[in-house]
């Protein structure tokens, strides 16, 4: 067994305070909350169960993951008429020029602020 295998591995929670499983070892029945929406739910207020833990060795530290039970997960809300409307708005602003105010028809780089036809317009007069 590997220090950071050791490390990792509370499943009494007496380190942590609560379960504490190396990456990709965690018992059956719990999942991040990613995997909860690949499978169409959500925590839906449930505390959190237990988390996955490994060993950074990038940043020096320790990467950690919350696990919720499956069987107290819910459904995922059904996107509603208004929800997205709103996203397609937000969506809109972002692909708007303020120079131009035309559709870029991508999302404009926040590093420029502008499309791209704006803000390299000698490179765009060229071509």
Same mark, same amino acid.
């Given at each position: 067994? %590997? #220090?950071?295998? &050791?490390?990792? $591995?509370?499943? %009494?929670?007496?380190? $942590? ?6 990456? *990709?070892?965690?018992?059956?029945? @719990? !999942?991040?909350?990613r995997q ?5 739910? *959500?925590? &839906? &207020? /449930?505390?959190?169960?237990? /988390?996955?833990?490994?060993?950074? *060795? ?8 919350? @696990? $919720?039970?499956?069987? /107290?997960?819910?459904?995922?809300? #059904?996107?509603?008429? !208004?929800? %997205?409307? +709103?996203?397609?708005? +937000? ?14 028809? $991508? ?11 704006? !803000?390299?317009?000698?490179? /765009?007069?060229?071509?």
């Open positions: 067994m %590997s #220090p950071a295998f &050791g490390k990792c $591995y509370d499943p %009494s929670g007496a380190r $942590y305070g609560i379960p504490t499983f190396p990456w *990709r070892l965690a018992p059956d029945g @719990l !999942a991040t909350r909860l929406r690949a499978r169409g739910l *959500r925590p &839906g &207020g /449930q505390p959190i169960a237990a /988390q996955v833990m490994r060993a950074n *060795r990038r940043a020096g530290g320790t990467q950690v993951a919350f @696990l $919720y039970r499956l069987d /107290q997960a819910k459904p995922v809300r #059904p996107m509603t008429a !208004a929800k %997205s409307a +709103a996203l397609a708005a +937000a969506m809109l602003a972002r692909r708007t020029c303020p120079a131009c105010r035309t559709d870029a028809g $991508y999302c404009i780089p926040t590093s420029l602020g502008l499309c791209v036809t704006c !803000a390299y317009p000698d490179e /765009q007069r060229a071509a």
